[in-house]
């Protein structure tokens, strides 16, 4: 899927950002792998400081999907480190946008996968398996739901309740 340049598609969509259709996350991330650009539908999920349904989502096929990851914020350790990056790279999936960190910096740099993240840690998280799969979360400023697209690059992120073409 060829990515949408953010910058583009903030200026043909006037309306859309107006309305709220079309979203533009702060600019508080990271960018980390391969891919600078990155967008497919969205996957959310709510955790904290757990990553076990992390690991569950990143395990079912990717299809050019984006994981949303909301972890709260929280800068106490990593959500998302490399043998993760790889498993997301092996299936199928765009994008991982984390609100929370990374580990393994080097590990997801080296992955044909777009991760944004805001920031690293080298401590792993919990495993308990709290949380919730497909979940309304919030955002850097934004309600972002299951099933909008997402579209980042090095301009930034949006999110739309409709895929988009310029």
Known sequence: MAALATAEVCDSNAAH?????????QPIFQG????????????????????????????????????????????????????LGQLAQNMGWSGILVNGC????????ACDIGVRALGSHPMKSNKKGIGEKHVPVYIA???????EWLYADSDGILVSKLELSL
């Open 32 to 83: 980390y792998g391969q891919c600078r650009a990155f967008s497919g539908p969205v996957v959310t999920v709510k955790v904290f400081e757990d990553n076990v349904l992390v690991r569950a989502l990143l395990e079912t096929k990717g299809e050019g999907r984006v994981l949303v990851i909301d972890g709260g914020g929280s800068m106490r350790c990593a959500l998302v480190g490399g043998n």
């Open 17 to 25: 950002l107006r309305s709220g259709d079309l979203r533009v996350l």
């Open 141 to 147: 400023g934004s309600l972002i739901l299951d099933g």
């Open 102 to 109: 990374i580990r393994d910096v080097d590990e997801i740099n």
